[in-house]
């Protein structure tokens, strides 16, 4: 997958055939971040802003297609797959939501708001050691998206997000597969700093817009709000006009201070374990 930057609605490498990008019509906003951050929380809220705003709206997710979503589920409930299959099994569900919910909806003018993408996809195989390279050929067919919106926190701010949404930790979503240990909480922190720390990477590398996700949501939603309206024409939106470069700049920012957070962090004492939630039996929820 090349990462030199690359217009909105072309391939990252590999054109999909029989796809002509000059049919497609609307706009690829993706939600990217780890788990429990609250990615839900604001797809649900941009979809009802969009379609006040007049716009079709298609809100799509990791493990949702037709043809690989309860599969993922049943293998997930097993707890026995390996992390090639996985990945494959993922860039599989990816592939049938491109070409059956995205690409038509794109060509219909839709906006596509998308909970996660081959970013997480990505992140989940690099946490597990996979090869870089041959995970940005497999995921190569992917399109460039509009924007990239990365909720970014530390897990010491997941935790009580998992503890309050579900009341507990879930086997995937603790990388308990990886056998860190049989502490699902420990698990859960060890696993998830990797993948923030791989998301930080991609985030650079794919011009992800980092938003500090330990504001309010309304804080977010009304950043987000501030990113999106400016994908549209000026006439339907009142959007305060920005001076070029500050989405890269605020990214710059969020990184910066969440290293800062980190080091800082890192001085105190390890964060309290969350009573009762870790004890629970592996559940198999994480999309
Ligand atoms: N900005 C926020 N501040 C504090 N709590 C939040 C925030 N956003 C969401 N939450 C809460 O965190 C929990 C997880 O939120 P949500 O389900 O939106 O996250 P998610 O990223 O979709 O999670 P999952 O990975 O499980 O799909 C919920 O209880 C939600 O109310
Ligand atoms: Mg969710």
């Keep these: 997958m090349a ?12 054109p999909l055939l029989g796809v002509d990008l000059s049919e497609l019509q609307g706009k690829l906003i993706v939600i990217e971040g780890p788990d429990a951050v609250g990615r839900s929380t604001q797809v649900a809220r941009l979809r009802s802003w969009l379609e006040q705003q007049g716009h079709a709206v298609l809100d799509t997710g990791m493990a949702r297609s037709a043809l690989a979503g309860d599969g993922i589920q049943k293998a997930k409930e097993g707890n026995t797959l390996g992390p090639v299959t996985m990945t494959l099994f993922y860039a599989t569900d990816f592939a049938d939501r491109l070409e059956n919910e995205i690409l038509p909806a794109l060509r219909a003018g839709f906006v596509v708001l998308t909970d996660r993408y081959i970013f997480s996809l990505m992140a989940r195989a690099i946490a597990r050691g996979e090869d870089r390279v041959w995970l940005e050929k497999l995921a190569g067919f992917a399109l460039v998206p509009h924007a990239v919106y990365y909720l970014r926190a530390e897990v010491q701010d997941l935790v009580p997000r998992v503890v309050r949404g579900r009341g507990r ?7 308990m597969d990886m056998r860190f240990g049989p502490d699902m909480y420990d698990s859960f922190v060890r696993y998830q700093a990797r993948l923030i720390k791989v998301l930080d ?3 650079r590398q794919y011009d992800f817009v980092a938003i500090d996700a330990t504001q309010s949501p309304d804080a977010i ?23 070029p470069g500050k989405a890269a700049k605020s990214t710059a920012k969020t990184l910066k201070k969440a290293a800062a957070a980190k080091a800082s962090s890192a001085k105190k004492k390890a964060a309290p374990k969350a009573t009762g939630a870790a004890n629970g039996q592996p559940i198999a929820t994480e999309a």
Excluded: C, H, N, Q
């Design 169 to 175: 930790f879930d086997f995937w979503e603790s990388g």
């Design 3 to 14: 990462t030199t930057p690359k217009s909105p609605l072309s391939f990252y490498s590999e």
């Design 221 to 243: 939603f009304a950043e987000l709000k501030r990113g999106i309206g400016k994908l549209f024409p000026k006439s339907r939106y009142v959007v305060k006009t920005a001076k």
């Design 201 to 203: 990477r991609m985030a």
